[in-house]
């Protein structure tokens, strides 16, 4: 048929060359199909060999890849990830792994950036006896130049490289009758440095060791806990040296079934060396409560002090009340 009628019972005329010339155009076109940029996937394995727990992951995620439930997740980038946790009963257990990620897979920059970690971690523990712990971290990064697009003008060669190691030393003293402490020492060294264009960005080291003693009473729902730290931090490129002191005390009180915990907290940081000479101090007073399963209502008032030995005009006083309400579903 050249014609057909519309709905008011008029004839129209058909063009049948062109319902054929887009029929045929029809036929031609395949179905869409999502390119690499626009998927992600990933793939690992999980088992259990001999005591070691074994975890080897692969992912790739897409430059144009979207999806609410993995906004966090970085795009245009390939992820590999191994870890084995050994352990023996609950006496011993190491840990070790290694991740590497390298973005930039679809070649659309002009640089592409190469993260690796690597990661040790040892724990000891053994009733009855102090427990140990120690661990090594390594973290090192750099980009290099696109030769699909090799703009030197815009490029800039960067190294970053980060290294910490930790050890640790704690015990359970049950041998106090009416109040059972867990004792904590611990120590941990780092150094991290980046060059940019062969020129040093920073150089840093530092040091901290922190104490902390936790007493649960027997007698009486309380609870104690005090924390001492002290950091050094080292600015090898400006020869700057900064020191902090902190200290944490906090006691708290459980009445009605541990529903109702009324607490104090006090905190103080000290700041010396190649800066001014500072101190904070914080007091809180404050009570949480457990009302509903799964439903924690707090409130509290904080009163902070600011001084500086070096300028006094800049001191000052703060007064803070605080209303929370946290619901877990």
Partial sequence: AEEIEDYTGQSIPIN???????????????????????TAWRAYYRGLVFNNLINVSYSEIGSAFRALSTSYQQNDTRSV??????????????????SRTHDNLSG???????????????????PDYPYLRFGYNNNWG?????????????FNPTERNSQSISAGIGYNITQIPFAPAQIDLSWRGSADDGIINNNPMYDNQTQTINVSVINRFTQIPL???IGVTTNSNELKLTSEKKDNFNLFL??????WDSRVKPYMEYRTTSLSGDQDAQSHAHYTL??????????????????KTYANDDQQAVDYNSFTWRFMLNQRF
């Fill in 108 to 126: 659309h920059r002009n640089e592409t950036n190469t993260y690796n970690s690597a990661f040790a971690q040892l724990m000891l523990r053994i």
């Fill in 286 to 303: 404050g009570v949480e409560t457990f009302p509903l399963r799964d439903m924690i209502v707090s409130t509290n008032v904080g009163w």
């Fill in 223 to 225: 609870r104690t806990q």
């Fill in 142 to 154: 750099a980009n290099e130049l696109n030769p699909g697009i090799n703009d030197t003008a815009i």
């Fill in 250 to 255: 906090r006691g708290e009180y459980a009445l």
């Fill in 81 to 98: 990830a191994v870890t084995d946790q050994f352990y023996i009963k609950q006496y011993v257990m190491a840990t070790l792994g290694y």
């Fill in 16 to 38: 049948i060359d062109f319902i054929s010339e887009l029929f045929m155009l029809n036929k031609n076109i395949e179905p869409l199909m999502p390119s690499q940029e626009q």
